[in-house]
Each structure stands twice: as structure tokens, then as C-alpha cells.
């Protein structure tokens, strides 16, 4: 009988123990799935950052490859079109040699002919007015 109510005392404190040891557990699942909650959440908050980061980011890269292409483009354009007067240039400059050595041959042929009625025609082929007047040109009948 003692050690029956020794055995019941246990019995009765083992179940005191477990109803609390149910509740603590209770509350420590309760308090585990509020953390993992708020968490998951906190997770989610940096994911949506770091991707809305990202974003940003990859816009600001995008618009300063298109202002490094832009830049490119417009450097390019420069070059061409520096290269095409520089072309144009040294055509000009032939061309203007060669009607410098035509100009030079056709007067030594009027100088040594004495027949200046192509002057005119030569002075256009220069590209200037020399003053002749067309009736200059023709040889004056008496």
C-alpha cells in the first residue's frame, strides 16, 4: 500500500509531466513555425531585392553598351567622313595638277605658234576669267 501509493504518486507525476511536457512542445512548435514564417518571408524579401537589384543593373549595363555603341558609331562616321575629304582632297589636288601641266603645255604651244585664239577655251579649262573678251580672240581683219 505504500508502495502503491509510492507507484501512483510516480504514475500521477509521470502524466503532470507529460501534459506539460505536451504543452511546452506545443508552444515550441508553435513559436518554431512563427520563426520559419517570418523567416521564409525575410527570405523572399532579399530574393525580390536581389532580383529587383538585378534588374536595375542589367538596365544600367544595357543603356551603357547602347552609349558605347552610340559613341562608336559616331566615331566611326567621323572617321569615314575625315577619310572621304582626305580622298576628295588628293583628287582635287591631282586634278588641279593636271589641268596646272595642261595649262602649261597648250601656252607653250600658243607661244611657240603665236595662236592665242584658244585662250578662252583655256582660261575655262583653268577654272578662272583671264578678262579675254571674244572678240579679242579673233585676229583683227584691216
Known amino acids: 500500500t ?3 501509493d509510492r507507484r501512483d504518486k510516480i504514475k500521477e507525476h509521470a502524466a503532470v509531466r ?3 511536457y505536451g504543452e511546452i ?5 508553435e513559436e518554431h513555425r512563427a520563426f520559419s514564417a517570418t523567416a521564409e518571408l525575410k527570405r523572399e524579401t532579399i530574393r525580390e531585392n536581389v ?3 538585378m534588374a ?3 538596365q544600367k549595363r544595357m543603356q551603357q553598351a547602347a552609349k558605347i555603341y552610340d559613341e562608336d558609331l559616331r566615331a566611326l562616321t567621323l572617321k569615314n567622313s575625315k577619310k572621304a575629304l582626305l580622298v576628295k582632297r588628293n583628287i582635287a589636288a591631282h586634278q588641279a595638277v593636271q589641268r596646272k601641266r595642261l595649262i602649261k603645255e597648250k601656252l607653250d604651244e600658243m607661244k611657240s ?3 592665242f585664239k584658244g585662250l578662252k ?3 575655262k579649262i583653268a577654272g578662272v ?3 579675254v573678251s571674244e572678240t579679242a580672240e579673233e585676229p583683227a581683219t584691216p
Open 2 to 4: 505504500k508502495r502503491m
Open 18 to 20: 507529460g501534459r506539460v
Open 25 to 29: 512542445s506545443k508552444a515550441r512548435e
Open 51 to 53: 532580383t529587383g537589384y
Open 56 to 58: 536595375i543593373q542589367e
Open 113 to 115: 605658234s603665236q595662236n
Open 121 to 123: 577655251q583655256l582660261s
Open 129 to 131: 576669267d583671264i578678262g
